[in-house]
């Protein structure tokens, strides 16, 4: 047994290793080939010295054998990047998105269908760059014998979106499957690299999928169906698993209503691009998303089912007893040696489930740790708790090795840290819980979790409020001493942790568990948002889901069955509808009466000196059994020992300077970034005292009037940056104007940000919240408007300023101090301030050196008769920090740029300029330019169709910038500026 023991601890230390190794690779970053080189050889020689030492029956051969798999860790990943091969697809990107190539490839997934489009995956095999104009008809069979390139070795894959408005041009959009040969024409593009700090990171998400290109189909003329390939065994296979998929989907479709069948889809064979949006969001504001991820709650449903199936068919005495005893005469029972082919049978059904759901990294992990656990109990009689400590770093390993790239993704990190959290930490916590939670103190904790989720539904806003939690967690100290002196002298008998329903309890640890070692760090790197209804929601979810997921399965499966099949389906799609639309109505529930607040991203410091601590906690009794063994510590010794290890490890985090993208942010400095929001204005500036100010946040819909969609530059561009820039506060927000590309993120972030002030260039008292489309317009007297009062901009700008003024904020001038009782009972209320000219928004001093923003413009009495009073009445700002200043133009136009050289002269001169109006042809005039004298001036543009004008108008403006030795950088060609100063020196850093 010991030797068995030994030999499971060398395999998972072995894939610890491995998967160390990985992980220092994703550190490390790409490397040259030499290196490459240099770590083979490496590698081969510590294995070399591991064979010897192993046959010399050394013990040494452990200390060898973990640095040789770290080492063909980093190894492996180096070579999945690899991109040397002079026919990958990365070598024949287009210049332009109107150059043309055509490719010839095989579609190697199953087409994902979504709303407006469906993406296809494509490895290419033939090429020609020099693609000739179409024809008039247009008809890509006229190109058939143009001479086409073969692309040999390892070329990497394109990502292909097929738009949905050739569906009705072709039959072919709706036929596209795994295993086509096609043609396509069109431009060969890079995948949108990400432009700002932090966010969403798309080339690499496709880099992990062996994705470097992409292509864009928006024409029936532009794809052509060649022939099937013969993928061999493996693509059969998997062809029959994606027929097997849609059959099922068809099936559910015609046993269910929508949205339920939507969903029950969703959680059973991973057809998630049918579920709505509305539907995904509900999931994650209520902090049950992972019901959509098919990870180990689906497949141990699964794998449970196909046991008890299996073990009943192979212990059948009928067929592998007394049949074969009849047919030889003799009594012969072979139900010991078909016990042996369960693993195969459940193996092989959830291979086929991986396969139809899409293979996705937590689909994968639970059917390969499922699967190790089965055979490791089945062939070698290990009892599943202890293989739990290796099924872990041996699915990781195995998963790595065949995709190393999968370390990056979200779904990989998340299920491995969520089932080593159930793993390592539910039982310590429940050790915890049976010597706290008894008699008085198990009151008192039911009394404050009531409470906290009370405050939480009601006021959340009050846990931003520092007195208000002193006061909490003072209550709560009281009360649980009180609770221990009472528990002395007056003990409640039953009232134990352990008496509670079994369930109740273990699914409490596990679901604590969970937010501890995965939710609470890893959902403000991933997410930027933190659930906080999942404890309560998830009590209700799994059970639900338990009986959804079992019940649709089923379904689906009698569906397949002619006749009666299609009865039976019909009558557990009924059931299932009930059970399913109770889901999401608690969903929604939960979303709607409970908070989402955003969460910003721990920084790394912090992350390794919280990963250290749960360790220590998790591994608590192999640290104190260490203790107590190797150096004789008591017990009770050894407890203190760990209590006091892990405050050191807490105080720790305090000593060392805060990491900003890789370099430590001095004390000194401003940093002022220009944040890529396309055609709009954002710029943070984070101050030397630490304090936060936003200026604008770009649009937040793409629809009309620019109102709703899913691509807010709030929510998708500007609330990633300040989590990864660890901000939790926003001291001030400024609004230039009711311009839609400036105000609209601003929405969003008010809503869900802590935000402290809003300034604003419209009078908050003038513009009220309940004033009308009419009145707004008068209130802004604008001639222009006025006669263009039914075009989209002037009616996108009241919208989102109706919005704006109704997402908490109140007039300054008319808020009187507001003491806990109105905190309490009142909703919170953010101060509305208005900018106009001389307004010092906010003003410190650091290092001898005094920062002061200022408004410049609009005049107290706004700016009347020109060409566009909305434009010319924007806020223009201007930061100064010790001999260096800012000036944020935003949106005026020539009469604005000449009123404010007239007031100011020479006072406009500043070393940054952000271009007014985006760089159009109606701002940026010589005399203005002249006056500002900027070293380097800064333009936040992008084009957006019905927004904005083209590029050359833009090229045209900056002219007058280079005629005049001004340098110049462009948001839509340089991402994110960051320009940090010491109040002397400017160092400017661009994203790409």
Same mark, same amino acid.
């Given at each position: 047994?010991?030797?068995?023991y030994?030999?499971?601890?060398?395999?998972?230390w072995?894939?610890?290793s491995?998967?160390?190794?990985?992980?220092?690779?994703?550190?490390i970053?790409?490397?040259?080939? $030499?290196?490459?080189?240099?770590?083979?050889?490496?590698?081969g020689t510590?294995?070399?010295?591991?064979?010897?030492?192993?046959f010399?029956?050394?013990?040494?051969?452990?200390y060898?054998?973990?640095?040789?798999?770290?080492?063909?860790? =980093?190894?492996? %990943?180096?070579?999945r990047?690899? =991109?040397?091969?002079?026919d990958?697809?990365?070598? %024949?990107?287009d210049?332009?998105r109107?150059?043309? +190539?055509?490719?010839r490839?095989?579609?190697?997934? /199953?087409?994902d @269908?979504?709303d407006?489009?469906t993406?296809?995956?494509?490895?290419?095999d033939?090429?020609?760059?020099?693609?000739?104009?179409?024809?008039?008809?247009?008809?890509l069979?006229?190109? /058939?014998?143009r001479s086409?390139? &073969?692309?040999?070795?390892? #070329?990497?894959?394109?990502?292909?979106?097929?738009?949905?408005?050739?569906?009705?041009? +072709? $039959?072919?959009?709706d036929?596209?499957?795994?295993?086509?040969?096609?043609?396509l024409?069109?431009?060969? !593009?890079?995948?949108?690299?990400?432009?700002?700090?932090?966010g969403?990171?798309?080339?690499k998400?496709?880099?992990?999928?062996n994705?470097?290109g992409?292509?864009?189909?928006g024409?029936?003329?532009?794809?052509?169906?060649?022939?099937?390939?013969?993928?061999?065994?493996?693509?059969?296979?998997?062809i029959?698993?994606?027929?097997?998929k849609?059959?099922?989907?068809l099936?559910?479709?015609?046993?269910?209503?929508?949205?339920?069948?939507?969903?029950?889809?969703?959680v !059973?064979v991973?057809?998630r691009?049918?579920?709505?949006?509305v539907m995904?969001?509900?999931?994650?504001?209520t902090?049950?998303?992972?019901?959509?991820a098919?990870?180990?709650?689906?497949?141990?449903?699964?794998?449970?089912?196909?046991?008890m199936?299996?073990?009943?068919?192979?212990?059948?005495?009928?067929?592998?007893y007394?049949?074969?005893?009849?047919?030889f005469?003799r009594e012969?029972?072979? +139900?010991?040696?078909?016990?042996?082919?369960?693993?195969?049978?459940?193996?092989?059904?959830l291979?086929?489930?991986?396969? =139809?759901?899409?293979?996705?990294?937590a689909?994968?992990?639970?059917?390969m740790m499922?699967?190790?656990?089965?055979?490791f109990?089945?062939?070698?009689?290990l009892?599943?708790?202890?293989?739990?400590?290796?099924?872990?770093?041996l699915?990781?390993?195995?998963?790595?090795?065949?995709?190393s790239?999968?370390?990056y993704?979200?779904?990989?990190?998340?299920?491995?840290?969520?089932?080593?959290a159930i793993?390592?930490?539910?039982?310590?916590?429940?050790?915890?819980?049976?010597?706290?939670?008894?008699g008085?103190?198990?009151?008192?904790f039911?009394?404050?979790f009531?409470?906290t989720m009370?405050i939480?539904v @009601?006021?959340?806003?009050?846990?931003?409020n520092?007195?208000f939690?002193?006061?909490?967690?003072?209550?709560?100290?009281?009360?649980s001493l @009180?609770?221990y002196?009472l528990e002395?002298?007056? &003990?409640?008998?039953?009232?134990?942790?352990?008496g509670?329903?079994?369930?109740?309890?273990?699914?409490?640890?596990?679901q604590?568990?969970?937010?501890?070692?995965m939710?609470w760090?890893?959902?403000?790197i991933?997410?930027?948002?933190?659930?906080?209804?999942?404890l309560?929601?998830?009590?209700i979810?799994?059970?639900?889901?338990?009986?959804?997921v079992?019940?649709?399965?089923?379904?689906?499966?009698?569906?397949?069955?002619?006749?009666?099949?299609q009865?039976? *389906?019909?009558?557990?799609?009924?059931?299932?509808?009930?059970?399913?639309?109770?889901?999401?109505?608690?969903?929604?529930?939960?979303?709607v009466?409970?908070?989402?607040?955003?969460?910003?991203?721990?920084?790394?410091?912090?992350?390794?000196?919280?990963?250290?601590? =749960?360790c220590?906690?998790?591994?608590n009794?192999?640290?104190?059994?260490?203790l107590?063994?190797r150096?004789?510590f !008591?017990?009770k010794?050894?407890?203190?020992?760990?209590?006091?290890?892990?405050?050191f490890?807490?105080?720790?985090?305090?000593?060392?300077?805060?990491?900003?993208?890789? +370099?430590?942010?001095?004390?000194?400095?401003?940093?002022? #970034?220009f944040?890529?929001?396309?055609?709009?204005?954002?710029?943070?500036?984070?101050?030397?005292?630490?304090?936060?100010?936003?200026?604008?946040a770009?649009?937040?819909?793409?629809?009309?009037y620019?109102?709703?969609?899913?691509?807010?530059?709030?929510?998708n561009?500007?609330?990633p940056n300040?989590?990864?820039y660890n901000?939790?506060?926003l001291?001030?927000?400024v609004s !230039?104007n009711?311009l839609? $590309?400036?105000i609209? *993120?601003l929405?969003?972030?008010?809503n869900?940000f802590? @935000?402290?002030?809003v300034?604003?260039?419209l009078?908050?008292?003038?513009?009220?919240?309940?004033?009308? %489309?009419?009145?707004f317009?008068?209130?802004?007297?604008?001639?222009r408007?006025?006669?263009?009062? /039914?075009? /989209?901009? &002037?009616?996108?700008? %009241?919208?989102?300023?109706?919005?704006?003024?109704?997402?908490?904020?109140? &007039?300054?001038?008319l808020?009187?101090?507001?003491?806990?009782?109105?905190?309490?009972?009142?909703?919170?209320l953010?101060?509305?301030y208005?900018?106009? $000219?001389?307004?010092?928004i906010?003003?410190?001093?650091?290092?001898?050196?005094?920062?002061?923003?200022?408004?410049?413009?609009?005049?107290?009495?706004?700016i009347?008769?020109?060409?566009?009073?909305?434009?010319?009445?924007?806020?223009?700002?201007?930061l100064?920090?010790?001999?260096r200043?800012?000036?944020?133009?935003?949106n005026?136009?020539?009469?604005a740029?000449?009123?404010?050289?007239?007031?100011?002269?020479?006072?406009?001169?500043?070393?940054?300029?952000?271009?007014?109006?985006?760089?159009?042809?109606?701002?940026?005039?010589?005399?203005?330019?002249d006056?500002?004298?900027?070293?380097?001036?800064?333009?936040?543009?992008?084009?957006?169709?019905?927004?904005?004008f083209f590029?050359s108008?833009?090229?045209? #403006?900056?002219?007058?910038?280079?005629?005049?030795g001004?340098?110049?950088?462009?948001?839509?060609?340089?991402?994110a500026v960051?320009?940090?100063?010491?109040?002397?020196?400017?160092?400017?850093?661009?994203v790409?």
């Amino acid at each position: 047994m010991k030797k068995e023991y030994f030999v499971i601890t060398l395999i998972k230390w072995i894939c610890w290793s491995y998967v160390a190794g990985v992980g220092m690779a994703n550190i490390i970053g790409v490397q040259e080939p $030499e290196f490459m080189q240099k770590m083979w050889l490496l590698c081969g020689t510590f294995f070399f010295l591991s064979a010897y030492l192993f046959f010399a029956n050394k013990p040494l051969v452990k200390y060898t054998l973990f640095p040789a798999f770290i080492i063909l860790g =980093v190894a492996s %990943y180096q070579m999945r990047f690899d =991109v040397s091969n002079k026919d990958h697809i990365s070598n %024949y990107i287009d210049r332009g998105r109107f150059d043309k +190539t055509v490719i010839r490839g095989t579609i190697i997934d /199953d087409p994902d @269908v979504r709303d407006w489009v469906t993406h296809i995956l494509v490895k290419p095999d033939h090429i020609q760059e020099e693609a000739p104009e179409m024809d008039k008809e247009g008809d890509l069979t006229t190109i /058939d014998k143009r001479s086409m390139r &073969p692309l040999k070795g390892k #070329t990497g894959d394109i990502l292909v979106f097929v738009s949905k408005m050739i569906r009705n041009k +072709t $039959e072919y959009y709706d036929d596209m499957e795994y295993g086509d040969r096609i043609e396509l024409y069109g431009a060969l !593009t890079r995948p949108m690299e990400r432009s700002n700090p932090y966010g969403f990171d798309y080339v690499k998400y496709l880099e992990n999928k062996n994705v470097y290109g992409s292509m864009y189909i928006g024409s029936a003329r532009c794809i052509r169906f060649l022939k099937k390939s013969d993928l061999g065994a493996l693509g059969r296979f998997k062809i029959f698993a994606y027929r097997l998929k849609d059959r099922m989907m068809l099936g559910l479709k015609k046993t269910m209503p929508p949205p339920a069948s939507a969903f029950v889809g969703g959680v !059973t064979v991973g057809a998630r691009g049918g579920v709505p949006e509305v539907m995904k969001y509900d999931f994650q504001a209520t902090g049950v998303a992972h019901v959509l991820a098919l990870s180990g709650l689906h497949v141990g449903f699964l794998a449970f089912m196909l046991i008890m199936l299996s073990n009943n068919f192979f212990k059948s005495a009928g067929l592998f007893y007394k049949l074969p005893s009849r047919l030889f005469n003799r009594e012969i029972d072979l +139900t010991p040696y078909t016990l042996k082919l369960v693993p195969f049978f459940v193996v092989s059904l959830l291979i086929v489930f991986v396969v =139809v759901t899409g293979a996705r990294p937590a689909t994968i992990r639970a059917a390969m740790m499922y699967s190790i656990a089965i055979i490791f109990n089945m062939w070698i009689g290990l009892n599943i708790r202890r293989t739990t400590s290796v099924t872990i770093p041996l699915s990781a390993a195995i998963m790595l090795s065949f995709n190393s790239f999968m370390i990056y993704d979200a779904s990989f990190a998340l299920s491995f840290t969520a089932v080593w959290a159930i793993i390592y930490l539910s039982d310590p916590l429940r050790q915890i819980f049976s010597r706290v939670l008894v008699g008085w103190g198990q009151l008192v904790f039911f009394l404050f979790f009531i409470l906290t989720m009370a405050i939480l539904v @009601v006021s959340p806003w009050l846990f931003a409020n520092s007195k208000f939690n002193m006061l909490f967690i003072s209550a709560l100290a009281a009360s649980s001493l @009180v609770a221990y002196m009472l528990e002395k002298k007056f &003990p409640l008998i039953g009232f134990e942790f352990e008496g509670w329903w079994p369930y109740l309890s273990g699914f409490m640890c596990v679901q604590l568990a969970i937010q501890i070692g995965m939710m609470w760090p890893l959902s403000g790197i991933y997410f930027n948002r933190f659930p906080v209804a999942g404890l309560l929601a998830n009590f209700i979810a799994i059970p639900l889901i338990g009986i959804i997921v079992p019940l649709g399965l089923l379904g689906e499966i009698f569906t397949l069955v002619p006749g009666v099949g299609q009865y039976i *389906g019909l009558s557990i799609g009924a059931a299932n509808t009930l059970f399913s639309n109770f889901f999401l109505w608690m969903a929604k529930f939960f979303r709607v009466y409970f908070p989402y607040p955003i969460q910003s991203a721990p920084s790394a410091k912090w992350l390794a000196v919280y990963y250290l601590m =749960v360790c220590i906690f998790g591994f608590n009794k192999d640290i104190r059994r260490f203790l107590t063994v190797r150096f004789r510590f !008591t017990r009770k010794n050894a407890n203190w020992a760990i209590v006091l290890l892990l405050a050191f490890i807490y105080s720790s985090g305090y000593w060392a300077e805060p990491v900003v993208r890789g +370099t430590v942010k001095k004390k000194n400095e401003v940093l002022v #970034t220009f944040l890529d929001v396309e055609y709009g204005n954002c710029i943070l500036i984070q101050t030397p005292l630490k304090r936060n100010i936003l200026i604008d946040a770009g649009f937040r819909g793409d629809k009309r009037y620019w109102t709703t969609g899913n691509w807010g530059k709030g929510k998708n561009v500007v609330v990633p940056n300040l989590s990864g820039y660890n901000i939790g506060r926003l001291d001030k927000i400024v609004s !230039t104007n009711p311009l839609p $590309e400036n105000i609209g *993120g601003l929405i969003y972030i008010i809503n869900y940000f802590n @935000v402290k002030e809003v300034w604003d260039s419209l009078d908050p008292v003038r513009f009220k919240k309940d004033m009308n %489309y009419g009145e707004f317009l008068e209130n802004l007297n604008d001639v222009r408007l006025e006669i263009k009062k /039914d075009d /989209d901009l &002037p009616i996108g700008a %009241y919208l989102n300023y109706y919005d704006f003024v109704n997402s908490g904020i109140y &007039p300054a001038v008319l808020m009187k101090k507001r003491s806990m009782k109105d905190e309490i009972l009142k909703p919170k209320l953010i101060p509305h301030y208005h900018i106009y $000219e001389g307004t010092v928004i906010y003003e410190e001093e650091a290092d001898g050196k005094k920062l002061r923003l200022t408004a410049l413009n609009p005049p107290k009495d706004r700016i009347k008769g020109t060409e566009s009073d909305l434009y010319n009445n924007s806020a223009v700002l201007r930061l100064t920090y010790g001999d260096r200043s800012f000036l944020f133009s935003s949106n005026i136009w020539t009469e604005a740029e000449w009123d404010l050289v007239s007031k100011y002269g020479d006072k406009l001169r500043s070393d940054i300029m952000v271009v007014p109006d985006h760089g159009s042809g109606m701002a940026s005039s010589d005399r203005f330019i002249d006056a500002v004298k900027p070293a380097v001036a800064l333009v936040q543009f992008g084009f957006l169709e019905g927004r904005g004008f083209f590029d050359s108008e833009l090229e045209r #403006t900056l002219d007058r910038y280079k005629e005049k030795g001004i340098s110049i950088y462009r948001t839509d060609k340089t991402g994110a500026v960051e320009i940090r100063s010491d109040g002397s020196k400017i160092n400017i850093k661009t994203v790409l």
